[in-house]
T-cell receptor, first 111, second 113 residues
């Protein structure tokens, strides 16, 4: 069965420091991975998807199939990055499409 | 288009009452789903649907019913509310194929007393 693990519930850094939010997954097929962000009392919104290999708001994430990881990184954290971050795995079984979330990491960027 | 619309945003229920959380999307998405978000538990899938007339259970389906009579709507029914169902509920939708963005509603804060 597929699983997404975010080992840190809470992560606190200072403004300007590098930040890395960890995500590991288990899935026997070819994974599609996403990072979603939820700012205080707002809806979840897509931050990154691995197939796009893009950088959004200074964040990047690289899929490492050998380590089954999709860690989210930013070299210089900003206060507005404070939010809950969810790693998500999309899998397909037959014609069905299933999205599994990790438990989330609450990032706090201190001034 | 409006995206994913959820109502109500806030609701207080008494134990044993029933209610329906509404979810609608105007993007012609096949896939719709309901999640609950609880502190320390992340997002847990309640039910999902891959098209009109097709629904399936997720990780935590007990106490909830769904139906999908149209592509646009995916209501979540609480049959007999319990305090354990106090949570924030999110509806989400996407096209039913990989690589597509999943869009979320704004959330519904439900308290069962």
């Amino acid at each position: 069965a597929q699983r997404v693990t975010q080992p840190e519930k809470l992560l606190s850094v200072f403004k300007g420091a590098p930040v890395e939010l960890k995500c590991n997954y288990s899935y026997s097929g070819s994974p599609e991975l996403f990072w979603y962000v939820q700012y205080s009392r707002q809806r979840l919104q897509l931050l990154l998807r691995h197939i796009s290999r893009e950088s959004i708001k200074g964040f990047t994430a690289d899929l490492n199939k050998g380590e089954t990881s999709f860690h989210l990184k930013k070299p210089f954290a900003q206060e507005e990055d404070s939010a809950m971050y969810y790693c998500a795995l999309v899998t397909k079984g037959g014609s069905n499409y299933k999205l599994t979330f990790g438990k989330g990491t609450l990032l706090t960027v201190n001034p | 288009n409006a995206g994913v619309t959820q109502t109500p945003k806030f609701q207080v229920l008494k134990t044993g009452q029933s209610m329906t959380l509404q979810c609608a999307q105007d993007m012609n998405h096949e896939y719709m789903s309901w999640y609950r978000q609880d502190p320390g538990m992340g997002l847990r899938l309640i039910h999902y649907s891959v098209g009109a007339g097709i629904t399936d259970q997720g990780e935590v389906p007990n106490g909830y019913n769904v139906s999908r009579s149209t592509t646009e709507d995916f209501p979540l029914r609480l049959l007999s509310a319990a305090p354990s169902q106090t949570s924030v509920y999110f509806c989400a939708s996407s096209f039913n194929r990989g690589g597509n963005t999943i869009y979320f509603g704004e959330g519904s804060w439900l308290t069962v007393v």
